[in-house]
């Protein structure tokens, strides 16, 4: 028989992506923990954890309105990865979502319902 996965995802509720997310998963039988960045946060661990499966350039939306919204001096400084995580744990909402991670992994930024379901598969 095989293990379930532990499946979380880490979004904010009111983001469409992560809302068409959660919506695909419930449809699916897809069971999920949710991590809500605005309440809960990030840690400087969890992300360092991130940075192993995904590229500091793609943790970091820098087509959203968060970052369209700071300042130079902070982008530059997000041009590092100190300074990414920095940024990602004071405002959160800079970080692509939704993340999806299946047993520890990042598998997903964003959402595309055809990974998806290449994910879920089986």
């Known amino acids: 028989?095989?293990?379930?996965?532990?499946?979380?995802?880490?979004?904010?509720?009111?983001?469409?992506?992560?809302?068409?997310?959660?919506?695909w998963l419930d449809d699916h039988?897809?069971?999920?923990?949710?991590?809500d960045f605005k309440k809960l946060g990030v840690s400087v661990p969890l992300l360092e954890d991130w940075l192993k499966d995904v590229s500091l350039d793609a943790l970091v939306n820098k087509r959203g309105t968060t970052w369209r919204g700071l300042g130079d001096a902070m982008k530059a400084a997000a041009e590092t990865k100190a300074g990414a995580v920095a940024l990602m744990i004071h405002k959160?909402?800079?970080i692509k979502r939704p993340v999806l991670v299946v047993?520890?992994?990042?598998?997903?930024?964003?959402?595309?319902?055809d990974q998806y379901a290449a994910l879920f598969a089986a």
Do not use: Q, W
């Open 29 to 35: 039988g897809v069971e999920f923990e949710f991590h």
């Open 103 to 113: 047993n520890g992994r990042v598998k997903s930024l964003g959402f595309a319902a």
């Open 92 to 94: 959160p909402s800079v």
């Open 1 to 23: 028989m095989a293990k379930p996965h532990t499946v979380v995802v880490y979004g904010i509720p009111n983001c469409d992506t992560v809302k068409k997310a959660r919506v």
